[in-house]
């Protein structure tokens, strides 16, 4: 089974593509969403989160106190730095794991929104990366999230500039209102069982 990353900026549509390659069989690992599944149920990561911020990280019901995390990291980037080392090898080996488990396709998918920017997409086998412009992406998170211009600006300030994600990326995907998704998506699809198909046959001979 090949690896195959998915990376964009936010509200690019990362998360819109996934959906269509699972109609076409392909599973895929929402990293971001289980990064936060995990650091609340991942024994190891909760003591490191607990030893680098102290018993008030997490809620007495077990949630994560984010506002108090946010708040630190926000002005302090060596805490941010290792709240990323402790969390990133924990999704990794999570990751892995479930790719390990999954059966008869050809490749899955690893959708994370700063895959680029960890340096993930060193491990996967292919990368894919999802452009929209920067207009569009802004007007699509304040309909999805209701919020403000600003909110969304201060995010996408945060992340890698676009063209960065598209320098290493094996394919791109136009999300921009006027390629067609599924068109495109198909296309990917079809290359990516086509390289799966001839791996094994070289591997076989
Ligand atoms: P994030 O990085 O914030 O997780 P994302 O890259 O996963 O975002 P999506 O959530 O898939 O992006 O898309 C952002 C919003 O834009 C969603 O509300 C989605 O329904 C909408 N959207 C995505 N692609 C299109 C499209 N081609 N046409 C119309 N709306 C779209």
Not at 38 to 56: N, R, Y
Not at 172 to 180: A, L, P, T, V
Not at 182 to 192: K, N, S, T
Request: net charge negative; aromatic share 6%.
């Amino acid at each position: 089974m090949l690896k195959v990353g998915i990376t964009g900026g936010i509200g690019s549509g990362k998360t819109t593509i996934c959906r269509i390659f699972e109609t076409l069989g392909i599973p895929v690992y929402y990293a971001d969403e289980r990064a936060k599944w995990l650091m609340l149920h991942d024994e190891a990561l909760v003591d490191g989160v607990k030893q680098l911020f102290g018993e008030e990280a997490y809620t007495k019901e077990g949630l994560l106190n984010r506002p108090f995390i946010a708040q630190i990291v926000f002005n302090d980037q060596a805490k941010l730095n290792q709240l990323n080392q402790l969390v990133h090898p924990a999704v990794h080996r999570d990751g892995q794991t479930w790719h390990d488990a999954q059966k008869d396709v050809a490749y899955t998918l690893n959708e994370a929104a700063l895959m680029v920017e960890s340096g993930g997409y060193h491990k996967m086998d292919q990368l894919i990366t999802v452009f929209a412009p920067k207009e569009i992406r802004i007007n699509r998170v304040m309909a999805r999230d209701q919020v403000e211009r600003a909110a969304v600006e201060a995010r996408i300030s945060k992340q890698l500039p676009e063209e960065e994600k598209l320098k290493v990326a094996h394919h791109i995907i136009y999300n921009d209102g006027e390629h067609s998704l599924i068109q495109q998506v198909h296309q990917i699809h079809q290359v990516l069982v086509e390289r799966k198909k001839l791996i094994e046959e070289i591997a076989s001979s």
